[in-house]
């Protein structure tokens, strides 16, 4: 399903590549600076740092992919029988192979300060963008004023800079949107994480206490976004590759996010009006040209929202750095190229009693088939935290389902939930 070249197509570039992860970095940025209220799921992250496997759809044959720990046997097994075309796997750090670096381009998850001074000790190349311009877009409070310099149309709201700030913006918002739920962020978090809704009058003194708090232990004064949260008709992405003087728009996806802003999948291929196509390409394109006079270079996420009243804010957020989406780019072709325009990503989480196998599951999963191959499924990630075998632990699958139309693909994914529900030991 992967097996032609597609970065290498991309870069125009024959060396091999060596992929490396640092993907929870944006909750080690957060945690540096002042903090909103938010619930902590220690084992949440945990699984979501053994999806630096998913390097492994966008890396090209010849390439090395480093993982931080050994995927399990029995998932490898079942890709081997998906023809999921393998690089070579390392398990360790990326200090740990820093001969490999002089040999191959370093494709990092995301460049900071210290990737970036790490490949340069190393005497290696890299794909991706200076760290500086790379930390700064990927802030939140970043994005907005570069959207404002470029006269996009942005969220109704404003970067405030103290507990004042955010109290008077508040009151403002609320004259305009009476009644209207609003949102504030931080400049560093995913997933949700960055976020803190405010539905009442308490919500708002909650935070400030909370933030108080923070600045009375030495946090310093905290400089978030106040923005009125929009009713959203469409949540878009677009998946870009900036490279020489061109700005290639890869993909245009769609995603679902929970009402708490919390990302649970994406639809690959969309059927998008063709006005909305036209106006999201323009903007997108004028974005690339900003980031390139910038000195923007390598993949970028975009994600974008058309809001109830028709309303197109082209850069909610910027993911100066790889995705979930981008891993999958080489997989989505593909399966256009075969004929199914409908796909679908979908999370899972649940926990597995001890005993439970993926051997199980993926024997389940293998025997979806659609009537005269109308559409079909896969697993592309199984994770699991914690190291005893002997009880419960939590699990999350990361599925793909594709279909000749939706229909087709909403009868694949029914079937992998059932695969899930029907999976000895599994606790939903």
Not at 5 to 27: C, D, F, M
Request: net charge negative.
């Amino acid at each position: 399903m992967n097996n032609a070249p597609y970065v290498e197509h991309l870069t125009g570039t024959r060396a091999p590549k060596l992929w490396y992860s640092n993907i929870n970095w944006e909750q080690g940025k957060a945690a540096q600076a002042i903090r909103l209220p938010q619930i902590s799921n220690a084992s949440g992250d945990r699984l979501v740092s053994q999806m630096d496997l998913y390097q492994i759809y966008l890396a090209d044959r010849d390439d090395l992919v480093l993982l931080k720990e050994a995927p399990d046997p029995e998932f490898l097994a079942y890709l081997e029988e998906e023809k999921i075309i393998m690089p070579s796997i390392a398990i360790g750090t990326r200090s740990e192979y820093t001969g490999e670096f002089r040999h191959r381009i370093a494709v990092p998850y995301l460049m900071d300060e210290q990737e970036e001074q790490f490949l340069k000790e190393s005497g290696g190349s890299w794909i991706g963008p200076p760290a500086q311009l790379s930390v700064e877009l990927n802030s939140k409070i970043a994005t907005r004023k570069l959207c404002e310099e470029i006269g996009f149309p942005v969220s109704d709201g404003r970067i405030c800079e103290g507990l004042d700030a955010i109290r008077r913006s508040c009151a403002e918002l609320e004259g305009r949107h009476p009644g209207a739920r609003l949102v504030v962020k931080t400049a560093y978090g995913s997933s949700g994480k960055a976020l803190f809704h405010i539905h009442r009058g308490a919500d708002l003194e909650t935070l400030l206490g909370y933030l108080q708090r923070q600045i009375s232990r030495g946090g310093g004064q905290p400089v978030v976004t106040v923005e009125r949260w929009h009713q959203v008709e469409r949540h878009l992405t677009a998946q870009l590759w900036l490279g020489g003087t061109d700005c290639e728009i890869l993909a245009m996806t769609e995603q679902r996010i929970t009402d708490a802003g919390v990302y649970r999948g994406s639809r690959l291929h969309p059927d998008l009006p063709e006005s909305l196509i036209v106006a999201y390409t323009e903007q997108l394109q004028q974005l690339g040209k900003s980031l390139h006079s910038r000195g923007y270079e390598g993949f970028i996420g975009v994600d974008s929202i058309l809001d109830e009243d028709g309303t197109l804010i082209p850069v909610i957020e910027i993911n100066a750095r790889l995705t979930m989406v981008t891993y999958l780019l080489k997989i989505r072709k593909h399966l256009l190229e075969r004929g199914f325009p409908r796909m679908e990503t979908q999370s899972y989480d649940f926990k597995l009693h001890p005993g439970a196998t993926f051997a199980e599951f993926a024997e389940k999963v293998t025997s979806i088939r659609i009537s005269a191959g109308q559409g079909g499924a896969f697993v592309y990630g199984f994770h699991r935290d914690g190291e005893s075998a002997d009880r419960i632990r939590p699990c999350r699958v990361s599925t793909l389902s594709w279909g000749v139309d939706d229909e087709a693909e909403k009868l694949a994914r029914q079937g992998l939930e059932e695969a899930i529900m029907e999976w000895r030991g599994a606790v939903i």
